[in-house]
């Protein structure tokens, strides 16, 4: 076999796998602004989802209050692009109740992800 039909099979297998990806789970949510809390998170965090796939949330990044779900308080940064992966990458706000991450808010299709299992956060003010 070639090295063009290597690369070119490889390719083809690449694609059939992403196109295989099982959905984002999204819960519709009713989601109302509000502003005024800030959090540090302090160790990096690893959140896995139904699709199999996870997301990392860095050490020292700042996250600002933007609203709230039934399911907990929803907080944004500028300090990393947050993305939910399953069929599509989604844009993700976490959604924290606790201290503790309970899943994502996704803005575009206002829909909440929860993650696999609950974990605690590790924040500061």
């Known amino acids: 076999m070639s090295k063009r039909s290597l690369g070119v099979m490889c390719a083809g297998i690449a694609l059939f796998a992403a196109a295989c990806a099982p959905p984002v789970t999204q ?3 009713q989601f109302t602004p509000g502003t005024g809390k800030t959090f540090r998170l302090t160790r990096e965090a690893e959140a896995d989802i139904s ?3 996870s ?4 050490a020292n990044t700042r996250w600002e209050l933007v609203g709230t779900v039934s399911m907990g308080e929803v907080y944004r940064t500028r300090d990393q692009v947050v993305t939910v992966r399953g069929d599509g990458v989604h844009e993700g706000y976490i959604v924290v109740r606790d201290k503790t991450l309970v ?3 996704l ?3 206002r829909a909440f992800c929860p993650v696999s299992q609950s974990q605690p956060l590790a924040i500061e003010p």
């Open 27 to 29: 819960l519709p949510t």
């Open 51 to 53: 699709t199999g796939r």
């Open 55 to 58: 997301t990392t949330l860095r």
């Open 103 to 105: 899943g994502f808010y």
């Open 107 to 109: 803005p575009v299709e």
